[in-house]
């Protein structure tokens, strides 16, 4: 565990939330030199150099979103932070708004400079109260200091920030969910095609990044893309990355770790290992709930997109769990399935309905009511929600129920014939 | 009937696609064999050409997949989808196969591209929408045998043409309220609601009136009202006919009749100068409800919450059955006669005023709610066989036009009666004469489907002094109680004839029931009438009156019943 902290370089230090401890550690360095030496268009090249690619769950290339942005255009370009960080088992977006809300600023000005935006909505999670209020004092420390505002720096660049506070819905952090939201409408995510880069916010064109992904420009801006691109395992993984890590560890928390550290050194060396010595490890999440689950036996992985994929996961948000022995799978992916079919938009029909049909049967299953037939049946209205879906909710619960099943199909069947949980861990409802 | 399962209006000539029917394209699943390419038709610089199940389709640039294979006939199944509104992409019954695409796209909101090979009658895509009914109906009640829609549910459809046919639900279903008076007219099931955001989309995009939107989330959303804003709107019952399902029912019809019984007889309503397309819904010689028809020229897929309900003043309306007159006294009570008697008595009475006092004595008052037909005849008959010099027609007019459908002319017929020569609406006209029947000048009246009374321009005593009051009505109106001779005619839904709308589309209305007791057609009663005038001719149906009007009138020269069809022609000058 050799990792000298970039990402969270700053978040020890007291009153790091403030301007004068940020720029005490070279903050607004980066945005000074870009602003200076880079035409927008240059820096989006360098972001694309540094093969930084979205800490949102997609892992999408971020310079390459950028570009998608219509070259010309009389319309306002929008920026949107997305800070809705609400996919359970992700709580690093929150570290930095909390703990080192300038280094995503800097990274806001940057981005919105490199895509010729001059207004940026922060759009935050509605229960990151003390988030919103940490970050609001931090965009006025900005603005009095020349970083925010008109004429940044000298520059001639003008941004707005505008803060948006979420009123509680997990798919408001769908990108285009949060443009709705940010409408003042339901939060329901929208038809694509027209993506948001041609046809986003208020119909005009729009960019949405996820505020690690910021944070991570401002590194590019302080060092460069060469730098940048020799964190991790380039070319395509590249850079720092925040891993939360939570369930049968010893200590749970968010790590910082270069993309590609092992996902067993992070267990073991950043978490302390497991929090029960006598219960083995029996299965891991790496990615966020709405990722697919690893089984113990598939836990040697390198922990960055490409070698995930590979395993047959995705890195999503970052947000591994772990799970020991004493986890009752059917529980697991039940708990999963409550919030999937709480938080489903409602909107397009597979989702809707297939999301309430998991709970009723998982909770049968796990109640000790299941009948033959019963897991089969899961797979099969998994497959029928994947793909089918207006939004990739379909999949963040298709997936999980999928994976949970096939990688523990005795588990589930056994639930079956025996018509109680065999760890004897009846869920709560 | 609600509006076609058919996404696209029917042309009315032309080459069109087989009419659709109830049923869309039943799909025997064989897989088809990509078609080669050349097989592509050539396409012109603002349309793309692609292959949908191995039909080549030549369409518009920005037509919809959905869309293009209606146009080559292919029916794809949909609940969101509506020609009328905006794609909401919600119900995902309209997923179909792209070529080079992984995963399916939904046909109404996916773009037709050139070279685009599509297919929609895949196993894949066939087990895809019969996930999609199994989703529907896990929580659906499967209320079939008590719910108005069953016969013309696309739920109940689609299931018989891509369902399971059983359930592999076991578990308690979602409840939520069933039966909620949404608005004025509106009932609301919520659990037959398959959310498909239909009626939302027309509130929001088409009466402009925003009442719905969706509340809850997950398999508890449900749609519903702001606090103290019901579903009320000129335009509410739109709704109704758009929602695929049973959710929304139309108070006035619900329990009425078993859809299957109903004849819906295409006609045009009578309620305002647009002339709105309907289908009139008939059992039992009852109309139970006016729906929209589909007429793009004229109210697209809509029409207005008053017209719907304009069919219910003919069993409302206290109506006379048969021929009244006074008894011997003019001040005696009517009293039931045969036809004849009835109308000598009338030919009798006005021969007298016109040889007692002169033509100038006598007036009429016909309506612009007539058809061109009864007009027609009443210009023929009043105006030429008897004589009478002044005929005036009284306006109707209520409210602004709106920009949807509303008219403020609420006769379906203003245009009809100029172009026939009988003037435009004229209150000034109407005032005169009633003035001068006061006054003594005019002691001889006609008045043809209007109620002179319910204007106020005249107190009842100022008709006393007429010598003769000849009503042709439909129904026992104030003015008919005066009347020395009072002729039923055929109500709304009663008659067959032709209404020239505000912007001169002649359109046919048609009779859907048997007019009531001995109840005839006013140009029919008009016509006996003027027989004992010397009228000539033989005016034996509604459709020989129209010919004969359109060999002597110039702007509908050239149109007859065949060529007005269904949808209606435009006059000449329109
Ligand atoms: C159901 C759902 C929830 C999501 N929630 C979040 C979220 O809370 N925060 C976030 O940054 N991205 C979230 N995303 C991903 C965003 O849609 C989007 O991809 C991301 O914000 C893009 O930023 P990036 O390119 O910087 O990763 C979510 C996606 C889905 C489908
Ligand atoms: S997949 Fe789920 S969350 Fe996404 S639009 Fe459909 S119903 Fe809403
Ligand atoms: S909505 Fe359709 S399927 Fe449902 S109860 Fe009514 S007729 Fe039956
Ligand atoms: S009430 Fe009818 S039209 Fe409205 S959303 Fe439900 S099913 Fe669709
Ligand atoms: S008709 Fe296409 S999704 Fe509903």
Known sequence: ?429 | MPEPFHPVPIPPTGPAPAPPGLRPDRAPSEPEAAPPAADLPPAGPDEVALLIDGRPAVVKKGTTVLEAAAQVGLIIPHYCYHPGLSVAGNCRMCLVEIEKMPKLQIGCATSAAQGMIVRTRTERVRATRTGIQEFLLINHPLDCPICDQAGECRLQQYEADYGKGYSRFDEEKVHFPKRYAIGRNVMFDAERCIKCTRCIRFCDEISRTGELTLLERGDHTIVGTFPGRPLDNLYSGNTVDICPVGALTWKPFRFKARVWFLRNVPSVCAGCARGCNVDLAEYRNRIHRMTPRVNMDVNRYWMCDEGRMSHAALDDRPRFEGPLLRAACATGPLQPAAWEEALDRAADLLREVADGSGRNALAGIVSARLSVEDLYMAKKVLGEAIGIPRLAVPPHESGEDDDLLIRRDRTPNARGAALIGLGAPDVRRVREILQDAASGRVRGLVVVGEDIMEAGIVAAEALDRLQALVVIDWWKSPTVDLAHVALPACGYGEFDGTLVNFEGRAQRARAAVRPRGEAEPVWRVLRDLGRRFGLGGEYATASGVFDEAAAVLPPIAGLSYRVLGSLGALVKGA
């Not at chain 1, 000005?109 to 990151?128: C, H, K, M, P, Q």
């Not at chain 1, 893309?225 to 850079?239: E, H, Q």
């Not at chain 1, 200590?251 to 950043?270: C, F, K």
């Open chain 1, 1 to 429: 565990m050799a990792f000298e902290p970039i990402l969270l370089r700053n978040i020890a230090k007291p009153g790091s939330e403030t301007i004068g401890s940020y720029l005490a550690s070279g903050g607004y360095q980066g945005l000074r030199r870009v602003l200076k030496e880079f035409a927008p268009e240059a820096f989006v090249e360098e972001v694309k150099a540094s093969g930084l690619r979205g800490r949102g769950g997609a892992g999408f290339p971020t310079g390459a979103k950028w570009g998608f942005l219509p070259k010309a255009t009389d319309r306002p370009r929008y920026l949107c932070v997305n800070a809705d960080e609400s996919e359970p088992g992700t709580f690093k977006d929150r570290l930095l708004i909390e703990k080192d809300p300038h280094l995503v600023l800097e990274g806001i000005v940057l981005s919105a400079y490199a895509i010729r935006s001059g207004t940026a909505f922060f759009y935050i999670r509605g229960e990151f109260h003390e988030g919103a209020r940490i970050f609001s004092r931090a965009l006025e420390e900005a603005r009095s200091g020349g970083f925010l505002g008109k004429n940044i720096l000298g520059s001639g660049f003008n941004l707005e920030v505008i803060i948006y506070r979420g009123a509680g819905a997990y798919i408001c952090g769908e990108e285009t969910a949060l443009l709705e939201s940010l409408e003042g409408k339901r939060g329901l995510p929208r038809l694509k095609p027209p993506f948001p880069a041609v046809v986003g916010l208020y119909g005009c064109p729009t960019i949405i990044n996820n505020v690690e992904t910021l944070a991570n420009v401002t590194l590019i801006a302080e060092r460069g893309a060469a730098w940048y691109a020799g964190i991790g395992r380039p070319p395509k993984n590249t850079g720092p990355k925040l891993f939360c890590l939570s369930g049968h560890v010893k200590r749970p928390g968010v790590y910082e770790a270069a993309l590609g550290v092992p996902l067993m050194e992070l267990i073991h060396e950043y978490a302390l290992g497991m929090m029960h010595p006598d219960r083995p490890l029996k299965a891991v999440v790496p990615g966020g709930s709405s990722m697919k689950i690893l089984p113990a036996s598939k836990c040697d992985v390198l922990m960055d997109f490409d070698s995930l994929a590979a395993a047959g996961t995705m890195l999503g948000s970052a947000g591994g769990f772990v799970m020991d022995s004493s986890t009752c799978i059917v529980d697991a992916l039940l708990n999963i399935a409550r919030f999937y079919a709480h938080e489903s938009c409602g909107q397009c029909t597979p989702c809707r309905e297939g999301t309430g049909w998991f709970v009723k049967v998982l909770r049968r299953l796990e109640h000790g009511e299941g009948r033959p037939g019963d897991v089969d049946l899961l797979l099969d209205v998994a497959r029928k929600v994947e793909g089918n879906t207006i939004c990739p909710f379909g999949e963040a619960i298709a997936w999980p129920v999928q994976s949970y099943v096939e990688e523990f199909r005795e588990e589930f069947d056994d639930h079956v014939a025996r018509r109680a949980c065999p760890l004897a861990r009846m869920a709560a409802s």
